[in-house]
Structure formats: C-alpha cells, structure tokens
C-alpha cells in the first residue's frame, strides 16, 4: 500500500516595514489648541515625518514628542519652528537638545537659525542657554501682561471670561440655523461666541 504524502503549506509571514535609511527630517510641532493653525509652524520645509502635539508645554511629557524621541535615530535631525516649541522652560530645553545629540541626532530651530549637533563649540552651548533663557523670559512677560490686562479689563467691568466651549448638540444646531439662512451675528450672539468662534465651528464639523 502506498501512502501519499500531502505537502504541508508553510505559513505566510508577514514582515513589518523596514523603517526608511537613517538622515530623515523629523518635524516636531506643538499648538496649545485646537484652534490654532498647526501648518504655520514648518510651512514650506520639506520633512519625511510630523509629530505634532495640541497641548500645553509644561512639561516634556507629551504623547508625540514620546513618539519621536523613540522614532529618531542616529543620522536624523529633528526640526522644530522655535526653541519654546519644543522646551517651555530652559532645563527641559537643554535636557531634551543635549539628550538628542548625545545620540548622534541634530536638532534645528527655524526662527532662532540654530543647528546643534552634539559637537558643538562652548560658545554654541552657552548660545543655547541665553536664547533658551530669553525666551522663557518673554513668555513671562506676555503672562504678566495678560494678567495685567484681565486685571485693568475686570475694574472696567468688560472682562468676561474665556469664551464658551460649545458642545456637539450645540455645534449641531448652530450649523443647521446658519445653512437655514439664519444671520451669523445673531446665531453668534444666541450661543454667547465671537463670530470667528462660530466660523471655527462650522468649518470644523464640515470637515468631520
């Protein structure tokens, strides 16, 4: 009796993609809101990878900037718009440069024209800190002066607060008043938002 062997088919393997050759431009981004234009920050500059985190930066523990502090490598260079983009205070700055190029990674920022490298001259380092240091000096000065102006606006009795944050059953409305004709001004002023306000609105759930 002969017996007929069936050939076992071997299991597929599916390979995970090969990460791209090391030397990429990896764009770091950070906006405080939602609101704010995220596109103006690296508009122009050609990058093989964004990260961009809405949140405050307070500190360096960010979801993006977690993702990219682990997607870089040695040959890359991260490319941030400003200094204050990336650290909000000069310790965090420093350790989050000084951390990259130690791993043979480059970090740029735009608006400053700055590219460390890791080896870099004293002179550069110290360059770090005092526009690291200015800086953060200048965002205390448009806290104090915003403080100031709340403060002058609330003795005035036209201080009302940051504006509503209008919920989904809201937002539904106001589109459906606005494609009924109804003036923006007046649906405006019914939800107690700015006009720009309600145009955000509105693009935001054509989009979604």
Do not use: W
């Not at 307070?58 to 890359?76: C, H, M, N, W, Y």
């Not at 190029?101 to 380092?125: H, W, Y």
């Amino acid at each position: 009796m002969i017996r007929v062997m069936r050939r076992v088919k071997e299991p597929t393997v599916t390979k995970k993609p090969a990460r791209p050759a090391i030397g990429q431009s990896v764009g770091y981004i950070r906006v405080s809101t939602l609101d704010q234009r995220e596109d103006r920050q690296l508009e122009g500059i050609e990058l093989d990878r964004r990260f961009t985190d809405h949140t405050s930066g307070k500190d360096i523990k960010r979801p993006q900037l977690t993702a990219l502090l682990s997607f870089v490598r040695e040959g890359d260079t991260v490319v941030c718009h400003s200094m204050d983009r990336l650290g909000r205070n000069l310790d965090d700055l420093r350790k989050l440069v000084f951390s990259l190029t130690e791993r043979g990674i480059k970090v740029q920022f735009c608006k400053e024209n700055l590219i460390f490298t890791g080896e870099d001259s004293p002179m550069a380092n110290l360059l770090l800190s005092v526009m690291g240091a200015i800086a953060e000096f200048e965002r205390q000065l448009i806290r104090e002066r915003q403080r100031e102006g709340i403060a002058l606006a609330k003795k005035r009795g036209v201080y009302k607060g940051r504006p509503a944050t209008l919920g989904a059953e809201a937002v539904a409305s106001l589109v459906k008043r606005l494609d009924n004709g109804e003036r923006p001004s007046v649906v405006a002023r019914d939800m107690g938002v700015s006009r720009m306000t309600l145009h955000r609105y509105r693009v935001k759930a054509g989009a979604q």
